[in-house]
Protein backbone atom coordinates (compact mmCIF):
# COMPACT_ATOMS: atom_id res chain seq x y z
CA UNK A 1 0.00 0.00 0.00
CA UNK A 2 1.01 3.61 -0.84
CA UNK A 3 2.25 5.92 2.29
CA UNK A 4 -0.06 8.85 2.14
CA UNK A 5 2.33 10.79 3.59
CA UNK A 6 5.06 10.07 1.44
CA UNK A 7 6.58 13.49 -0.23
CA UNK A 8 5.38 12.55 -3.87
CA UNK A 9 1.87 11.31 -2.37
CA UNK A 10 0.77 14.16 -0.27
CA UNK A 11 1.67 16.22 -3.51
CA UNK A 12 -0.46 14.18 -5.66
CA UNK A 13 -3.19 14.55 -2.54
CA UNK A 14 -2.58 18.18 -3.21
CA UNK A 15 -2.66 18.12 -6.74
CA UNK A 16 -5.91 16.71 -6.92
CA UNK A 17 -7.74 18.81 -3.85
CA UNK A 18 -6.36 21.74 -6.01
CA UNK A 19 -8.05 20.85 -9.20
CA UNK A 20 -11.24 19.59 -7.17
CA UNK A 21 -11.57 22.65 -5.23
CA UNK A 22 -10.87 24.79 -8.06
CA UNK A 23 -7.66 26.18 -5.61
CA UNK A 24 -4.79 28.66 -7.13
CA UNK A 25 -3.16 26.50 -4.59
CA UNK A 26 -3.55 23.83 -1.50
CA UNK A 27 -1.62 22.71 0.87
CA UNK A 28 -1.96 19.89 3.58
CA UNK A 29 -0.84 20.63 7.24
CA UNK A 30 -2.09 17.06 9.08
CA UNK A 31 -2.87 13.70 7.43
CA UNK A 32 -3.20 11.67 9.66
CA UNK A 33 -5.19 8.07 10.75
CA UNK A 34 -8.15 8.48 12.55
CA UNK A 35 -9.05 5.66 15.11
CA UNK A 36 -12.34 3.72 14.47
CA UNK A 37 -13.44 2.74 11.00
CA UNK A 38 -12.60 -0.35 11.62
CA UNK A 39 -13.96 -1.55 7.84
CA UNK A 40 -12.61 1.45 5.86
CA UNK A 41 -9.72 4.11 6.39
CA UNK A 42 -10.57 7.89 7.56
CA UNK A 43 -7.88 10.14 8.07
CA UNK A 44 -7.80 13.65 9.41
CA UNK A 45 -6.95 15.92 6.38
CA UNK A 46 -6.56 19.32 7.31
CA UNK A 47 -5.17 22.33 4.81
CA UNK A 48 -5.03 25.75 3.70
CA UNK A 49 -6.54 26.73 0.82
CA UNK A 50 -5.14 29.48 -1.38
CA UNK A 51 -8.32 30.74 -3.77
CA UNK A 52 -11.60 29.47 -4.35
CA UNK A 53 -14.93 28.50 -2.62
CA UNK A 54 -13.27 26.91 0.21
CA UNK A 55 -10.27 29.65 0.81
CA UNK A 56 -8.55 29.48 4.38
CA UNK A 57 -8.16 26.71 6.52
CA UNK A 58 -9.99 23.60 5.98
CA UNK A 59 -10.87 20.47 8.37
CA UNK A 60 -11.59 17.75 6.36
CA UNK A 61 -11.53 13.75 6.17
CA UNK A 62 -10.30 11.87 3.49
CA UNK A 63 -12.28 8.52 3.56
CA UNK A 64 -10.12 4.84 1.92
CA UNK A 65 -10.54 1.60 1.64
CA UNK A 66 -9.02 -0.57 4.22
CA UNK A 67 -6.04 -2.99 3.27
CA UNK A 68 -8.88 -5.99 3.22
CA UNK A 69 -12.30 -5.30 2.10
CA UNK A 70 -15.29 -6.14 3.58
CA UNK A 71 -17.90 -8.18 0.94
CA UNK A 72 -20.90 -6.44 2.58
CA UNK A 73 -19.25 -2.84 2.31
CA UNK A 74 -20.05 -0.53 -0.33
CA UNK A 75 -16.93 0.92 -2.75
CA UNK A 76 -15.99 4.38 -1.60
CA UNK A 77 -17.99 5.82 -5.06
CA UNK A 78 -20.86 3.96 -4.34
CA UNK A 79 -20.66 5.41 -0.52
CA UNK A 80 -19.81 8.87 -1.78
CA UNK A 81 -22.72 8.79 -3.69
CA UNK A 82 -25.36 7.70 -0.56
CA UNK A 83 -24.00 10.23 1.72
CA UNK A 84 -24.87 12.97 -1.48
CA UNK A 85 -28.27 11.76 -1.38
CA UNK A 86 -28.41 11.70 2.70
CA UNK A 87 -27.16 15.20 2.59
CA UNK A 88 -29.60 16.21 0.00
CA UNK A 89 -32.36 15.16 2.13
CA UNK A 90 -31.20 17.12 5.06
CA UNK A 91 -30.56 14.26 7.16
CA UNK A 92 -27.62 14.35 10.27
CA UNK A 93 -24.42 13.81 8.17
CA UNK A 94 -20.89 14.59 6.30
CA UNK A 95 -21.23 16.54 3.85
CA UNK A 96 -18.82 14.92 0.61
CA UNK A 97 -17.30 16.80 -1.03
CA UNK A 98 -14.91 15.15 -3.75
CA UNK A 99 -14.47 11.86 -5.50
CA UNK A 100 -11.08 10.73 -6.77
CA UNK A 101 -10.82 7.70 -8.93
CA UNK A 102 -7.71 7.98 -10.10
CA UNK A 103 -5.50 5.29 -8.62
CA UNK A 104 -2.38 7.38 -9.75
CA UNK A 105 -3.21 9.13 -6.98
CA UNK A 106 -2.88 7.34 -3.61
CA UNK A 107 -3.58 3.75 -5.14
CA UNK A 108 -6.98 3.45 -3.91
CA UNK A 109 -9.87 5.18 -4.40
CA UNK A 110 -10.81 7.70 -1.57
CA UNK A 111 -13.33 10.66 -1.42
CA UNK A 112 -13.07 14.22 0.42
CA UNK A 113 -15.66 15.45 2.94
CA UNK A 114 -16.84 17.64 5.77
CA UNK A 115 -15.23 16.84 9.05
CA UNK A 116 -17.83 17.05 11.70
CA UNK A 117 -17.32 18.08 15.63
CA UNK A 118 -18.13 15.81 18.41
CA UNK A 119 -17.26 12.71 20.43
CA UNK A 120 -18.31 9.23 18.42
CA UNK A 121 -16.53 7.23 21.12
CA UNK A 122 -19.53 4.26 22.16
CA UNK A 123 -17.38 3.95 25.25
CA UNK A 124 -17.47 7.56 26.14
CA UNK A 125 -20.95 8.49 24.52
CA UNK A 126 -22.34 5.67 27.24
CA UNK A 127 -20.33 6.47 29.79
CA UNK A 128 -19.56 9.83 30.98
CA UNK A 129 -22.62 12.03 31.72
CA UNK A 130 -21.38 15.56 30.75
CA UNK A 131 -21.55 14.85 27.12
CA UNK A 132 -25.20 13.83 27.06
CA UNK A 133 -27.03 16.23 29.76
CA UNK A 134 -30.45 15.41 27.91
CA UNK A 135 -30.39 11.79 27.13
CA UNK A 136 -34.14 11.69 26.02
CA UNK A 137 -33.47 14.67 23.53
CA UNK A 138 -30.11 12.84 21.96
CA UNK A 139 -32.56 9.37 21.59
CA UNK A 140 -35.75 11.90 19.71
CA UNK A 141 -32.98 13.30 17.69
CA UNK A 142 -31.52 10.15 16.41
CA UNK A 143 -35.08 9.09 15.80
CA UNK A 144 -36.22 11.69 14.17
CA UNK A 145 -33.21 11.66 11.70
CA UNK A 146 -33.82 7.86 11.41
CA UNK A 147 -37.21 8.37 10.12
CA UNK A 148 -36.37 10.93 7.63
CA UNK A 149 -33.86 8.65 6.57
CA UNK A 150 -36.41 6.25 6.06
CA UNK A 151 -38.47 8.26 3.94
CA UNK A 152 -36.02 7.98 0.83
CA UNK A 153 -37.52 5.16 -1.33
CA UNK A 154 -36.47 2.99 -3.59
CA UNK A 155 -37.51 4.88 -6.29
CA UNK A 156 -34.32 7.15 -5.65
CA UNK A 157 -32.16 7.21 -9.35
CA UNK A 158 -29.24 7.95 -8.06
CA UNK A 159 -28.58 4.74 -6.20
CA UNK A 160 -29.95 2.18 -8.18
CA UNK A 161 -26.82 0.47 -7.08
CA UNK A 162 -27.83 -0.93 -4.02
CA UNK A 163 -28.96 -4.11 -2.83
CA UNK A 164 -32.42 -5.21 -1.68
CA UNK A 165 -31.89 -6.77 1.73
CA UNK A 166 -35.40 -8.01 2.77
CA UNK A 167 -35.21 -10.75 6.10
CA UNK A 168 -35.42 -13.64 3.76
CA UNK A 169 -32.67 -12.34 1.84
CA UNK A 170 -30.68 -11.45 4.60
CA UNK A 171 -31.26 -15.32 5.89
CA UNK A 172 -30.06 -16.41 2.74
CA UNK A 173 -27.02 -14.63 2.86
CA UNK A 174 -25.69 -15.07 6.20
CA UNK A 175 -26.39 -18.75 5.70
CA UNK A 176 -24.55 -18.99 2.69
CA UNK A 177 -21.53 -16.99 4.23
CA UNK A 178 -21.51 -19.67 7.27
CA UNK A 179 -22.13 -22.92 4.94
CA UNK A 180 -18.51 -21.45 3.03
CA UNK A 181 -16.65 -22.07 6.73
CA UNK A 182 -14.94 -24.47 7.93
CA UNK A 183 -15.73 -24.59 11.64
CA UNK A 184 -19.63 -25.05 12.46
CA UNK A 185 -21.44 -22.15 14.56
CA UNK A 186 -24.81 -23.68 15.63
CA UNK A 187 -26.31 -21.18 17.91
CA UNK A 188 -26.23 -19.21 14.48
CA UNK A 189 -28.04 -21.71 12.42
CA UNK A 190 -30.42 -22.33 15.23
CA UNK A 191 -30.83 -18.02 14.88
CA UNK A 192 -31.39 -18.10 11.26
CA UNK A 193 -33.71 -21.22 11.46
CA UNK A 194 -36.31 -18.87 14.22
CA UNK A 195 -35.30 -15.63 11.58
CA UNK A 196 -37.00 -17.88 9.18
CA UNK A 197 -39.74 -18.77 10.73
CA UNK A 198 -40.68 -15.86 12.05
CA UNK A 199 -39.95 -13.65 9.53
CA UNK A 200 -42.60 -11.09 8.69
CA UNK A 201 -45.24 -12.19 6.01
CA UNK A 202 -44.91 -8.77 4.23
CA UNK A 203 -42.16 -6.09 4.42
CA UNK A 204 -42.26 -2.62 3.45
CA UNK A 205 -39.06 -1.28 1.89
CA UNK A 206 -36.68 2.20 1.95
CA UNK A 207 -33.61 3.34 2.33
CA UNK A 208 -31.76 2.01 5.31
CA UNK A 209 -28.47 2.82 7.33
CA UNK A 210 -27.70 -1.03 8.35
CA UNK A 211 -25.37 0.39 10.90
CA UNK A 212 -27.61 2.83 12.88
CA UNK A 213 -25.85 2.78 16.39
CA UNK A 214 -24.24 4.35 19.29
CA UNK A 215 -20.21 4.48 18.07
CA UNK A 216 -21.32 5.99 14.12
CA UNK A 217 -22.75 8.98 15.17
CA UNK A 218 -21.13 11.92 16.69
CA UNK A 219 -22.33 14.18 19.67
CA UNK A 220 -21.50 17.78 20.25
CA UNK A 221 -23.03 19.16 22.92
CA UNK A 222 -24.98 16.86 23.97
CA UNK A 223 -26.42 17.23 20.51
CA UNK A 224 -26.95 14.79 17.18
CA UNK A 225 -24.12 15.94 14.97
CA UNK A 226 -23.66 13.66 12.29
CA UNK A 227 -24.23 10.13 11.37
CA UNK A 228 -20.92 8.23 9.75
CA UNK A 229 -20.00 5.28 8.34
CA UNK A 230 -22.61 4.45 5.51
CA UNK A 231 -20.39 2.00 3.34
CA UNK A 232 -23.24 -0.78 4.65
CA UNK A 233 -26.31 0.96 2.98
CA UNK A 234 -28.92 -0.46 1.33
CA UNK A 235 -32.55 -1.13 0.63
CA UNK A 236 -34.66 -3.35 3.10
CA UNK A 237 -37.08 -2.83 5.74
CA UNK A 238 -36.83 0.03 8.05
CA UNK A 239 -37.19 -1.66 11.49
CA UNK A 240 -33.39 -3.46 10.57
CA UNK A 241 -31.94 -0.09 11.56
CA UNK A 242 -34.51 0.22 14.96
CA UNK A 243 -33.21 -3.38 15.87
CA UNK A 244 -30.27 -2.49 15.29
CA UNK A 245 -29.72 0.43 18.18
CA UNK A 246 -31.54 -1.28 20.38
CA UNK A 247 -29.00 -4.13 20.25
CA UNK A 248 -27.47 -5.40 23.63
CA UNK A 249 -24.13 -5.23 21.33
CA UNK A 250 -24.19 -1.52 20.53
CA UNK A 251 -24.93 -0.70 24.13
CA UNK A 252 -21.34 -0.38 25.49
CA UNK A 253 -21.89 -1.50 28.76
CA UNK A 254 -24.57 0.74 29.38
CA UNK A 255 -27.08 -2.44 29.30
CA UNK A 256 -29.42 -0.99 31.40
CA UNK A 257 -30.74 1.79 28.63
CA UNK A 258 -31.98 -0.27 25.51
CA UNK A 259 -31.48 2.53 23.35
CA UNK A 260 -27.54 2.66 21.90
CA UNK A 261 -26.61 2.68 26.03
CA UNK A 262 -27.82 6.27 25.85
CA UNK A 263 -31.90 6.12 26.59
CA UNK A 264 -34.85 4.03 27.65
CA UNK A 265 -36.63 2.89 24.81
CA UNK A 266 -39.82 5.07 25.07
CA UNK A 267 -37.64 7.81 24.28
CA UNK A 268 -36.79 6.66 20.86
CA UNK A 269 -39.63 4.78 19.74
CA UNK A 270 -41.86 7.26 20.85
CA UNK A 271 -40.71 9.71 18.57
CA UNK A 272 -39.52 7.49 15.75
CA UNK A 273 -43.37 6.56 15.09
CA UNK A 274 -44.56 9.48 15.46
CA UNK A 275 -41.97 11.23 12.31
CA UNK A 276 -42.27 7.89 10.39
CA UNK A 277 -45.61 7.25 10.62
CA UNK A 278 -45.31 3.52 11.37
CA UNK A 279 -45.50 1.51 14.35
CA UNK A 280 -42.86 -1.06 16.25
CA UNK A 281 -44.59 -3.76 17.83
CA UNK A 282 -42.88 -5.98 20.41
CA UNK A 283 -42.44 -8.82 18.43
CA UNK A 284 -40.79 -6.94 15.37
CA UNK A 285 -38.65 -5.63 17.75
CA UNK A 286 -37.10 -8.74 19.22
CA UNK A 287 -36.99 -9.95 15.70
CA UNK A 288 -34.84 -7.53 14.18
CA UNK A 289 -32.43 -7.34 17.42
CA UNK A 290 -31.80 -11.50 16.41
CA UNK A 291 -31.11 -10.70 13.20
CA UNK A 292 -28.97 -7.88 14.53
CA UNK A 293 -26.77 -10.17 16.94
CA UNK A 294 -26.75 -12.59 13.83
CA UNK A 295 -25.85 -9.97 11.38
CA UNK A 296 -23.05 -8.95 13.76
CA UNK A 297 -21.81 -12.48 14.17
CA UNK A 298 -21.27 -12.85 10.47
CA UNK A 299 -19.08 -9.32 10.08
CA UNK A 300 -17.34 -10.70 13.53
CA UNK A 301 -16.22 -13.67 11.94
CA UNK A 302 -15.71 -12.34 8.23
CA UNK A 303 -13.32 -9.38 10.42
CA UNK A 304 -11.51 -11.93 12.04
CA UNK A 305 -10.80 -13.66 8.60
CA UNK A 306 -9.14 -10.75 7.44
CA UNK A 307 -6.53 -10.79 10.18
CA UNK A 308 -6.50 -14.48 9.72
CA UNK A 309 -6.00 -14.35 6.38
CA UNK A 310 -2.35 -12.56 6.69
CA UNK A 311 -3.80 -9.70 4.24
CA UNK A 312 -4.41 -7.70 7.27
CA UNK A 313 -2.86 -8.76 10.34
CA UNK A 314 -4.69 -6.76 13.62
CA UNK A 315 -5.15 -7.23 17.09
CA UNK A 316 -8.31 -5.43 16.94
CA UNK A 317 -9.37 -7.76 13.82
CA UNK A 318 -8.33 -10.64 15.71
CA UNK A 319 -10.34 -10.12 18.90
CA UNK A 320 -13.38 -9.07 17.34
CA UNK A 321 -13.95 -12.44 16.33
CA UNK A 322 -13.82 -13.78 19.75
CA UNK A 323 -17.01 -11.57 20.56
CA UNK A 324 -19.33 -14.38 18.23
CA UNK A 325 -19.96 -16.23 21.90
CA UNK A 326 -21.48 -13.16 23.41
CA UNK A 327 -23.24 -12.48 20.59
CA UNK A 328 -24.78 -16.04 20.63
CA UNK A 329 -25.48 -16.43 23.66
CA UNK A 330 -28.14 -12.92 23.43
CA UNK A 331 -29.44 -14.81 20.27
CA UNK A 332 -30.56 -17.46 22.71
CA UNK A 333 -31.92 -15.16 25.18
CA UNK A 334 -33.89 -13.38 22.32
CA UNK A 335 -34.99 -16.33 20.99
CA UNK A 336 -36.37 -18.37 24.33
CA UNK A 337 -39.34 -16.28 23.70
CA UNK A 338 -39.65 -13.73 27.56
CA UNK A 339 -41.49 -10.43 26.73
CA UNK A 340 -38.56 -8.97 28.54
CA UNK A 341 -36.51 -8.77 25.85
CA UNK A 342 -38.81 -6.81 23.40
CA UNK A 343 -37.18 -3.31 24.64
CA UNK A 344 -33.99 -5.36 25.66
CA UNK A 345 -34.16 -4.71 29.37
CA UNK A 346 -33.49 -8.75 30.00
Not at 66 to 74: G, I, K, W
Not at 192 to 215: K, M, S
Not at 254 to 281: E, N
Given at each position: ?343 GNG
Amino acid sequence: MIDLNADDTRARIEAFLRTAAGANAVRVTRLERMSGGAVQENWALDAEVKGGAHAGAQRWVLRTDAQARVEASLKRGEEFQVLQVAHAANLHAPQPLWLCDDMQVTGREFFVMQRLPGVASGHRVTREAALIPDRARLARELAENLARLHAIRPQQSQLGFLKTMLARDNIAHYRGYLDQLPAPHPTLEWGLRWCAVNAPAQEETTFIHRDYRTGNYLVDHGRLAGVLDWEFAAFGNPLEDVGWIFAKCWRFGAKHRPVGGIAGAGDFLGPYQRAAGRTVTAEALVYWQVMAHIRWSVIALQQAQRHLSGVEPSLELALTGRIVAELEHEIVALTRGNGEWATGNG
